[in-house]
């Protein structure tokens, strides 16, 4: 069985701080794919980043990277130089194969304070 | 392009009354998922279609939950009777499944039950 674990429960920065977010992740699938989205206030969760397992290159996209190792079984993110705009809810999300269901961690309430 | 619609936005019942949640994925996505989230909570699957076909429904409450998706578009969820622990946000999620398992959600329904 997939699992995903978010230890962080809420996380309260002041803007322009970074925030790294913690996710580990079990799975016996040797292919599986990583994601991470945002569900703002609205709801709506929204696509940020996705990751898959034969590919541990840690990327830099606009102000969010993230750092995969499968050594640890983690899959971290970072919001660089934060905003108000970033306060949102995050998941961290593991998928066996593409089109299969998503197992999601209990998410990360981010707070940027102005 | 359109995204996943979802109505109605919000819903109030009381328990043992039944509920139906409409969803419209979109235009071109073969997979339509139904997730469950609790507040404070990750999503969870409740079921998954490909076309018109149920792919998973392992975690769906047969006894009162239902789902089905007539020409392999629009989908409908059922709950039916409600019962208290059903209050919940009712995602509804879809993916071109070649495309590397990216689901894209909807608004959501905010179900609750008195």
């Known amino acids: 069985a997939q699992k995903v674990t978010q230890a962080q429960t809420e996380i309260s920065v002041v803007e322009k701080e970074d925030v790294t977010l913690d996710c580990v992740y079990e799975?016996?699938?040797?292919?599986?794919?990583l994601f991470w989205y945002k569900q703002p206030p609205s709801g709506e969760l929204v696509f940020l980043i996705r990751?898959?397992?034969?590919?541990?290159q840690n990327e830099i996209s606009g102000r969010y990277s993230w750092n995969f190792q499968k050594s640890t079984s983690s899959f971290n993110f970072t919001i660089t130089a934060s905003q108000v705009v970033d306060s949102a809810v995050y998941f961290c999300a593991l998928t066996k194969a593409a089109g299969n269901k998503l197992t999601f961690g209990g998410g990360t309430r981010v707070l940027v304070k102005p | 392009e359109a995204g996943v619609a979802q109505s109605p936005r919000y819903k109030i019942i009381e328990k043992r009354q039944s509920v139906a949640f409409w969803c419209n994925p979109i235009?071109?996505?073969?997979?339509l998922y139904w997730y469950q989230q609790i507040l404070g909570q990750g999503p969870k699957l409740l079921i998954q279609f490909q076309n018109n076909g149920v792919v998973d429904d392992s975690q769906l409450p047969k006894d009162r939950f239902s789902a089905e998706r007539l020409k392999g578009v629009d989908s409908t969820l059922k709950i039916q009777p409600a019962k208290l622990e059903d209050s919940a946000v009712y995602l509804c999620?879809?993916?071109?499944?070649?495309?590397?398992?990216?689901?894209?959600f909807g608004p959501g329904t905010r179900l609750t039950v008195l």
């Open positions: 235009s071109g996505h073969a997979t």
């Open positions: 999620a879809s993916s071109f499944v070649r495309v590397m398992g990216e689901q894209f």
């Open positions: 990751r898959n397992s034969f590919d541990e």
């Open positions: 799975t016996r699938d040797t292919t599986y794919y």
